[in-house]
C-alpha cells in the first residue's frame, strides 16, 4: 500500500541535543510538508519541500533543519536551538507542491506522527 | 491565505446525519475547500474536497453555498468511529494551514 511513513513514534531528546525524524513516501509526490501540534491546537507549518533539492520555511522555522536528497525522503532535525520541542511532529506529502499550479485541488496524505518529547 | 472559522465542540448521535458548519467569508475565486479529520495520537485523514459544486465521496458530502463563503461538511449516519476534531482549510496557491477545528463527540 501507498503511504508515508514516519519513525520513530516516541523519541526523546535530551537537553542539547539533536535528534532527527523521519518520513518516508512511495506515492511519488513532489511536495512534502513537516507540521508540529501542541495538545488541543491545530498543525503549524515547520517547513516544506517542492522538488528535490528544494525547502521552504514556514511559519515556525527557528530552530529546525530539513533536508531533500531524495524524492521520497525527508527528514526533520529537532536541533538544541528549539527550546521547547515537546510536540507531535506530523509529515504529509501531496502530488505537487503548493505553488504550483492546480495544487488546490491535491490532497494531503499524513503519517501517523511522531512524538517527541524531553528527558 | 485566506482563513476558516469553525465551532470549537459539536455532539451527535450515533446513526444520525452530521451537519459541520463552516465559514470561509475571503475564499478567493482558486480556492479549494479541503475537509480532513484526526483522530487522537495520528496524523489527519483527508475526507473530501471541493471548489464550487457539491461533492460525494464513500465518507462524507460536501456542500458548498453558492457565494462559497461558506460549507457544510455532512456525515451521513455518524458511528463511533467518527469521532474526531475535523478541520476545514482552504487551499489555493499558497501552503495549508489548520485551526483548532471542530471536535466530533458521538454518543451512542
Known amino acids: 500500500d501507498g503511504g508515508i511513513t514516519q519513525s520513530p513514534k516516541y523519541l526523546f531528546r535530551k537537553e542539547g541535543q539533536n535528534v532527527t525524524l523521519s518520513c518516508e513516501q512511495n506515492?511519488?509526490?513532489?511536495?512534502m510538508y513537516w507540521y508540529r501540534q501542541d495538545p488541543g491546537q491545530g498543525l503549524r507549518l515547520i517547513y516544506y519541500?517542492?522538488?528535490?533539492?528544494?525547502?521552504q520555511k514556514g511559519d515556525i522555522a527557528e530552530g529546525y533543519s530539513v533536508s531533500r536528497e531524495k524524492k521520497e525522503s525527508f527528514p526533520l532535525t529537532v536541533t538544541s536551538a528549539q527550546k521547547n520541542p515537546t510536540a507531535f511532529y506530523l509529515c504529509?506529502?501531496?502530488?505537487?507542491?503548493?505553488?504550483?499550479?492546480?495544487?488546490?485541488?491535491?490532497?494531503?496524505?499524513f503519517g501517523d506522527g511522531t512524538r517527541l518529547s524531553i528527558l | 491565505d485566506a482563513k476558516t472559522t469553525q465551532p470549537n465542540s459539536m455532539e451527535s448521535n450515533e446513526e444520525e446525519p452530521v451537519h459541520l458548519p463552516c465559514n470561509h467569508s475571503?475564499?478567493?475565486?482558486?480556492?479549494?475547500i479541503h475537509w480532513y479529520r484526526q483522530l487522537p495520537s495520528q496524523g489527519p485523514e483527508y475526507v473530501i474536497h471541493?471548489?464550487?459544486s457539491n461533492v460525494n465521496n464513500r465518507m462524507a458530502s460536501l456542500a458548498i453555498a453558492e457565494d462559497r463563503k461558506s460549507s457544510t461538511l455532512i456525515l451521513h449516519r455518524a458511528t463511533l468511529r467518527d469521532a474526531a476534531v475535523y478541520y476545514c482549510?482552504?487551499?489555493?496557491?499558497?501552503?495549508?494551514?489548520f485551526g483548532a477545528g471542530t471536535r466530533l463527540t458521538v454518543k451512542p
Open positions: 482549510i482552504l487551499r489555493g496557491g499558497g501552503d495549508m494551514r
Open positions: 506515492l511519488n509526490h513532489d511536495a
Open positions: 504529509a506529502s501531496s502530488r505537487v507542491g503548493p505553488l504550483t499550479g492546480g495544487a488546490g485541488n491535491q490532497p494531503q496524505h
Open positions: 519541500s517542492q522538488i528535490v533539492n528544494d525547502f
Open positions: 471541493g471548489l464550487t
Open positions: 475571503t475564499i478567493s475565486g482558486t480556492d479549494y
